[in-house]
């Protein structure tokens, strides 16, 4: 299972820190990955991590978005800086283990002044 948490309303230039906690033991082997759905748009990656730490993030929040991984607390993190208003969506994190793939409840996130 994965707790998504970390979700609110900020202005416009603010920052949030998301957080995805993981449930058993195959956590380190995982690859993770966040990913967001605004409003009658589909689901998007935002940014992922694998296993090994490699990292690689959608082009609009290259820079200013920054993904990481606490293996021994099971936990992966968005830290998200100069957030806009097109930011705003439901955040998801994910796990992919294989073929196996788990998805979170979603956090809200909302840029607005």
């Known amino acids: 299972q994965l707790q998504a948490s970390g979700g609110g309303l900020v202005q416009p230039g603010g920052s949030l820190r998301l957080s995805c906690a993981a449930s058993?033991?195959?956590?380190?082997?995982?690859?993770m990955a966040w990913y967001r759905q605004a409003p009658g748009k589909q689901r998007d990656l935002v940014a992922a991590?694998?296993?090994?730490?490699?990292?690689n993030y959608a082009d609009s929040v290259k820079g200013r978005f920054t993904i990481s991984r606490e293996n021994a607390k099971n936990t992966v993190y968005l830290q998200m800086n100069s957030l806009k208003p097109e930011d705003t969506a439901v955040y998801y994190c994910?796990?992919?283990?294989?073929?196996?793939?788990?998805w979170g409840q979603g956090t809200q996130v909302t840029v607005s002044s």
């Open positions: 994910n796990a992919r283990l294989g073929s196996k793939i788990t």
């Open positions: 058993g033991s195959l956590f380190i082997f995982s690859d």
């Open positions: 991590i694998t296993s090994g730490g490699s990292t």
